[in-house]
């Protein structure tokens, strides 16, 4: 299957001497053996980081669920949400972080607020949606992965959901949800791989997040988003190597290596594609 891939791609987009020989094997050890297992470090730091962020934070938000009047307590919650990602009185986990929201949820499992003005979470059932947050309402925290409607897409925004339980004298009194979106945790992948090689000469690098038959991913350059293993790729090879594999492809006279990789603490049908092309 994978062989068959490569050689399509070559007939549709190399005309030239590009697959003539050559291949990547310098790039597909780098992906292998560095990036990939580095991938599962920056993900694991991710989510550890955020897990403590949140639990410090829903219990600092903890007391506006009882002492704020009924009136004010949606400004006030909004508020306190601005302040736990600002610089000088934020949560240093939380302060820069991928997270494309956070929600304060009631004990009802009905949104409170979010961090933003106008807030289109505002009353959304996320303890009735996600199961998630159901359970941080009854003083479990966790993670999953969570679809939310986009507002100019037909396709949901999957999101990796965290959601921590507030606690006021003992008792859990509401929760702190936060979503990070499986494009926005690309970009970090893709920039901190980036940086983390910035010092060698002409290296290229990116990733992608996939789940299941669906990449998610934003700003790749359009060319190299065609040269992804498609679905039934990714299948084939996994089914081979659960653990992971890689290959090659060329494309305008250069090659890459890349390497799929599963990320299971989301689940078994996640993971990300990393391609790596050496200077020439």
Request: hydrophobic share 40%; net charge positive.
């Amino acid at each position: 299957m994978r062989a068959l891939w490569h050689l399509a791609l070559c007939g549709l987009l190399l005309p030239s001497l590009a697959c003539g020989g050559g291949g990547a094997p310098k790039a597909r050890a780098a992906v292998r053996n560095e990036h990939g297992p580095r991938v599962q470090t920056i993900v694991l730091d991710i989510l550890n980081r955020h897990d403590s962020g949140l639990r410090q934070a829903a219990d600092r938000i903890a007391a506006g669920f009882v002492r704020a009047e009924p009136t004010q307590q949606e400004a006030e919650m909004r508020q306190v949400l601005k302040l736990i990602r600002s610089p000088k009185r934020g949560v240093p986990e939380l302060v820069i972080s991928p997270m494309s929201f956070i929600a304060v949820v009631g004990k009802d499992g009905h949104c409170i607020a979010r961090d933003t003005d106008p807030d289109p979470m505002k009353g959304m059932d996320l303890g009735g949606q996600f199961p998630v947050v159901a359970d941080a309402l009854k003083g479990k925290q966790g993670m999953s992965i969570g679809e939310f409607k986009a507002k100019d897409s037909d396709k949901p925004s999957v999101t990796v959901l965290m959601a921590a339980p507030a606690h006021y004298r003992g008792e859990v009194v509401g929760a702190l949800v936060l979503g990070i979106p499986l494009w926005r945790l690309q970009q970090v992948l893709t920039k901190q791989l980036q940086m983390e090689l910035s010092g060698k000469d002409s290296v290229v690098i990116w990733a992608y997040v996939y789940r299941g038959s669906e990449l998610h991913h934003h700003g790749t350059p359009p060319d190299l988003d065609k040269l992804v293993p498609d679905f039934a790729a990714r299948q084939a090879g996994l089914a081979k190597s659960p653990g992971g594999f890689t290959g090659e492809v060329a494309q305008y006279a250069y090659w890459y290596g890349y390497g799929v990789r599963p990320l299971r603490v989301f689940g078994p049908d996640i993971g990300v594609v990393l391609f790596r092309m050496e200077p020439q």
